[in-house]
């Protein structure tokens, strides 16, 4: 299914956001997910499907001052 990772186009087979970090190699520590605006917690990557065409923000902690 073809999806929006940070406006980048994907084509992925993941049907939830646990999964679709995994097929797309994406580390789990230090990050935060949106799907369509809204954020997903940690707890839910796993229960929230991802469907064809959702727009994903994935957003990284960095350190610094």
């Given amino acids: 299914m073809e ?3 940070n406006g980048n186009i994907e084509n992925v087979t993941s049907t939830n956001v646990q999964a679709l970090l ?3 190699n994406i580390p789990t520590t230090g990050i935060a ?7 997903v917690p940690k707890s839910n ?6 469907e064809e ?3 994903i ?3 990284r902690a960095t ?3």
């Fill in 3 to 5: 999806i929006f990772v």
């Fill in 22 to 24: 995994i097929e797309l």
């Fill in 33 to 39: 997910i949106a799907v369509e605006s809204t954020v």
């Fill in 45 to 50: 990557w796993q229960q929230f499907i991802v």
């Fill in 53 to 55: 065409k959702s727009k």
């Fill in 57 to 59: 923000t994935i957003i």
């Fill in 63 to 65: 350190q610094g001052g």
